[in-house]
C-alpha cells in the first residue's frame, strides 16, 4: 500500500496564481483532512471531508477551497495564490476521527 | 478553549540519557490523547496514543507517555535517547477534530 500520498512536492507560484493539490489514499478511509504547517504554530487544519461528496471547514479556511469527488481522492485548491500561503501542506486521512495517517508533505511558495 | 500547550521549544539530551517531552491539555470531557514525531522533509508518523485504561501507554521506538488526569499532562518519555530520536514531536488531542501543540524539537547529542 502506498498509503497517503500528495502531489507535487514543491511548487512555486506568484500572487494571483491558482494552482491545486492533490491528496490521494488507498486505505479506504473515509475521513481526509488538509492542514498547513507553520513555524511554531503546529498543524492547523483547513479543511476536512467525512466521506465521498462531503466537504467542511477548519481552523483557517479562507482562500482555500476543496472537493472530494472520490473517496480516495482530495484537492486543495487556491483560486488567487497570496504570500501568507507560503506553508508546507500535509494531507491525512483516517478510518475515524481518531488515528490519523499523514502525507509527506507539499512545500508552496508564493512569491 | 480546548487546546494543547507543549511549554519546550526544544529539548536537548545527550544519548543514552532519558528523555521527557512534556504537554498538557485543556480539553472537556475523557481526552483522547496522540504523540506523532516528524522527521525532516517528512509528514507526521504516529507514535503512540490514549483514550481509555491503563495510565501509561507504550508506543513504538521505545518510547511511552503517562497519561496525569490531575495535572492534564501527556509528557513523552524514553528511558535511553538515541541520536536517531532527533525529531520534531506533536502533542495532540481529539476534539471534534485533532488540535495539535506547536511542537517540540527533541535534539539527542553524541
Redesign the interface.
Known amino acids: 500500500n502506498a498509503g497517503v500520498t500528495q502531489t507535487p512536492k514543491f511548487r512555486v507560484l506568484k500572487t494571483g496564481q491558482s494552482m491545486t493539490l492533490l491528496c490521494a489514499q488507498d486505505m479506504n478511509h473515509e475521513y481526509m483532512y488538509w492542514y498547513r504547517q507553520d513555524p511554531g504554530m503546529g498543524l492547523r487544519l483547513i479543511h476536512y471531508s467525512v466521506g465521498e461528496g462531503t466537504t467542511a471547514k477548519g481552523e483557517v479556511p479562507d482562500g482555500y477551497n476543496v472537493s472530494r469527488l472520490k473517496k480516495q481522492n482530495f484537492l486543495l485548491g487556491l483560486e488567487s495564490a497570496a504570500p501568507s500561503q507560503t506553508s508546507v501542506y500535509f494531507c491525512a486521512s483516517s478510518y475515524s476521527e481518531v488515528e490519523q495517517f499523514f502525507g509527506p508533505g507539499t512545500r508552496l511558495t508564493v512569491l | 478553549a480546548q487546546s494543547v500547550a507543549q511549554p519546550e521549544?526544544q529539548v536537548n539530551v545527550a544519548e543514552g540519557n532519558p528523555l521527557t517531552v512534556k504537554c498538557t491539555y485543556s480539553v472537556s470531557g475523557n481526552p483522547?490523547l496522540?504523540w506523532?514525531v516528524q522527521y525532516p522533509?517528512?509528514?507526521?508518523?504516529?507514535l503512540l496514543?490514549y483514550?481509555t485504561g491503563d495510565n501509561l501507554v507504550k508506543g513504538s521506538y521505545g518510547f511511552e507517555a503517562e497519561f496525569n488526569k490531575s495535572q492534564t499532562s501527556f509528557h513523552l518519555k524514553k528511558p535511553s535517547a538515541l541520536v536517531s530520536d532527533s525529531a520534531l514531536y506533536?502533542c495532540a488531542v481529539?476534539y471534534?477534530?485533532?488540535i495539535?501543540?506547536?511542537?517540540t524539537r527533541l535534539a539527542v547529542h553524541p
Open positions: 521549544d483522547y496522540f506523532y522533509n517528512r509528514g507526521l508518523q504516529f496514543k483514550i506533536f481529539v471534534n477534530k485533532l495539535f501543540g506547536a511542537g
